[in-house]
């Protein structure tokens, strides 16, 4: 197969651009999108490519078509995509449930800018780490990962797809306009070396009657795509393993529900994904991730230099959340810091994990910019030298 | 062709662990079904064939009754789903069965931007003047003076009539009739589903329930009766001034035309950029 950019070699490029072309490595085929600062250019660069290897990409009347669009190019068997920022995303949350109560495998990139409302488009905020992980309405869950550099928006890009291919759904890749904005050097591999994970299909006549059901065990039903013959029907109602409506039956609600949030949470440790940097002696810690974590990096060694036995837990995925390792990093250190470009967000998640076995401190800097290494460093000193 | 008795179409076509329907007694949206499936019937499609799409309301039900693939969406939301599914496997034919206020109303943005695009889909579309499922409201639909719960006192509004909104939005069929053309009615839905292209086949159908009782019009009877009262045949109606049409609802055939659809421009575009790119001659 023919490529519209160079693979198997490093390019320098934006974080947009490497998401549309890592998107096409691992094999999507349907893009759907509006236009928005700062994910413009990742529809853009679809627009370019996707024609040229017989996908489709088509700009949506807005982004409630968009996550439709890619929904039911889904159910007829493409791996799909949409990017969004703030407002698009927020316009998307009706049909983001949509997709996790059908278990339909999506991946939605929402580039994070300030808001709310439109407020700051050119700049980059992690104000939409809630509304990611509890925006759409209901008991649910999904996942979430947060790239902090150009090649780990490549990266994960790929690892979007290939959990939403495993799990059978949404995935986020929540982003900034910092990373969706920057050029790096970006390592991209031969297709060959990238390993692609596709739904799992019915056997037989047999198991396409439960596209809802457990019948392997694992939490994951085959998924009896459109136009083979299976003959599947799909609703956003509750239903019965078979794809029924029932929805005032509160057994079938709490086992339907149960399963969606419990294929997530039994597997949590496949999904989640981290990186420590001098956390094994530490006596503070820092938790960040995205953008802001690199920061960090740097904010550790500066500390570590002081005097201040500072370690870094960036986190690569955001949801589902690791609540148990938390806690045991509270146990190890007296205090844990959390930068974050809001006024805090998962700041309120690593309390609940830290579970008052460490003080838990915020240090929120919102208005567009980046936290600097120094100013990591000054809050941490005032907190523990008093500084 | 032999007349298939409704139990041949209903064991051919319904998926019997979904019966009962939820519909009323009088409701039309059953009888719209049995056109629907009498009209793919006659054309001797495969149920492996085509996708039936609906957003949410009572006859956004439909597709989970009958034994195709189905995708019962959100409300509105139906052929914005469609165009996912129509552009990612153009080879299949899709249906999306439409309420009124799901068409119109919050869905009426899709709905243009559909037809705009000639997006190969063919909408039936139950115009039965009210939000049925949720009681009662009045829809963009309901005519001045008509009642809902949301205009106790009869609507102040100016409806939509969407067969028009639907020709001026560039769709390359549209036709509209009350559930008691028959005949009319399944031949309009075979014509468009033949149709490459945007298709609407409208039908004012009764919702005695919802909307009848709250207008003195309890029963389907007393509404078939206000429907002959208030439609005019297109043919009449090009002959009758704007004052004479004042409160009447044109039924027939709106517009039957041959644009281009959607994933067939879809393909010709694929084929520019691979030559604008040099890939290909
Ligand atoms: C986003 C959203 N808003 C409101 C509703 C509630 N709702 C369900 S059906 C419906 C209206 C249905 O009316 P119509 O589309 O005319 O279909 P009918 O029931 O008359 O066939 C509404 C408002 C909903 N399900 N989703
Ligand atoms: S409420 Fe009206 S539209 Fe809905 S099923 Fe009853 S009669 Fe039909």
Redesign the pocket.
């Known amino acids: 197969m023919k490529y519209p950019f160079p693979v198997g070699k490093s390019d320098f490029i934006q974080g947009d651009e490497a998401i549309a072309r890592a998107a096409i490595l691992a094999g999507c085929r349907f893009y759907a999108g509006y236009p928005i600062t700062p994910a413009s250019e990742i529809f853009e660069a679809m627009a370019l490519y996707m024609p040229l290897v017989d996908g489709v990409c088509i700009q949506m009347e807005d982004e409630l078509a968009s996550i439709a669009a890619i929904i039911g190019a889904s159910w007829v068997g493409a791996k799909a995509m949409t990017a969004t920022s703030g407002p698009g995303f927020s316009l998307m949350m009706?049909n983001l449930g949509y997709a996790i109560m059908t278990e339909t495998p999506i991946v939605v990139v929402d580039v994070q800018r300030s808001g709310p409302s439109t407020g700051q488009p050119t700049l980059a905020a992690q104000g939409d780490v809630m509304q990611a992980i509890w925006g759409t309405h209901g008991d649910h869950s999904l996942i979430v990962l947060t790239p902090a550099t150009v090649q780990e928006a490549f990266d994960m890009t790929i690892r979007a797809f290939n959990l939403a291919e495993k799990y059978r759904t949404p995935v986020i890749l929540l982003t900034d306009a910092e990373v969706g904005h920057m050029r790096e050097k970006v390592d991209i591999p031969n297709p060959e070396d990238i390993e692609l994970v596709y739904r799992k299909l019915p056997a037989n006549e047999e198991e396409a009657k439960y596209p809802f059901g457990d019948i392997h065990g694992d939490l994951i039903p085959p998924m009896p795509i459109f136009g083979k013959g299976y003959r599947t029907y799909v609703t956003g109602l509750t239903h019965d393993e078979k794809g029924r409506p029932k929805t005032v039956d509160a057994e079938i609600h709490r086992k339907l529900i149960e399963r969606i949030v419990n294929k997530i949470e039994k597997n949590k440790k496949d999904i989640i994904d981290y990186e420590t940097f001098e956390l094994d002696d530490a006596e503070v810690a820092i938790i960040s991730y995205g953008i802001v974590a690199r920061s960090a990096v740097r904010a550790v060694k500066m500390l570590r230099n002081e005097g201040i036995k500072a370690g870094l837990l960036k986190l690569n995925v955001v949801w589902p959340f690791d609540f148990e390792m938390i806690e045991k990093i509270a146990e190890q250190v007296h205090a844990i810091y959390v930068p974050e470009m809001n006024l805090g967000q998962l700041y309120h998640l690593v309390k609940e994990g830290a579970n008052g076995k460490a003080r838990v401190e915020l240090i929120p800097k919102i208005g567009g910019e980046v936290h600097t290494p120094h100013e990591i460093v000054r809050e941490v000193k005032k907190c523990e030298c008093g500084v | 062709m032999r007349f298939k008795l409704s139990y041949e179409i209903r064991d051919k076509y319904l998926r019997k662990d979904m019966l009962p329907t939820i519909f009323c007694p009088g409701c039309g949206i059953g009888t719209v079904l049995q056109y629907t499936l009498r009209a793919i019937d006659e054309l001797g499609w495969s149920k492996d064939e085509v996708v039936w799409v609906s957003g949410?309301?009572?006859?956004?039900r439909v597709p989970g009754f009958v034994d195709f693939d189905g995708l019962h969406t959100?409300?509105g939301r139906a052929l914005a789903f469609a165009t996912g599914i129509k552009m990612a496997r153009p080879d299949l034919k899709v249906i999306a069965f439409m309420?009124?206020?799901?068409t119109a109303a919050?869905g009426g943005n899709h709905f243009i931007h559909a037809i705009r695009r000639n997006l190969d889909v063919t909408v039936i579309l139950?115009n039965?003047f009210?939000?049925?499922?949720?009681g009662g409201q009045v829809?963009p639909t309901t005519l001045k003076g008509l009642r809902g719960t949301t205009a106790p006192y009869g609507s102040f509004e100016n409806p939509f009539d969407i067969a028009e909104l639907a020709v001026a939005a560039g769709a390359n069929y549209v036709a509209r009739w009350t559930v008691f053309n028959y005949i009319q009615g399944i031949n309009s839905i075979k014509k468009a589903l033949q149709k490459k292209g945007f298709s609407l086949v409208e039908f004012l159908s009764p919702?005695p329930i919802s909307f009848g009782r709250r207008n003195r019009m309890k029963t389907a009877p007393e509404l078939i009766k206000w429907y002959n009262k208030i439609t005019v045949p297109i043919s009449k109606a090009k002959n009758m001034s704007p004052e004479e049409l004042e409160g009447k609802i044109v039924i027939g055939e709106f517009v039957d035309r041959d644009r281009p659809s959607l994933d067939e421009e879809y393909e010709a575009y694929k084929k520019r950029a691979k030559k604008m790119m040099g890939w290909e001659e």
């Open positions: 009706e | 949410i309301g009572c006859s956004s959100t409300h309420g009124d206020g799901d919050i139950i039965n009210t939000y049925g499922m949720t829809a919702c």
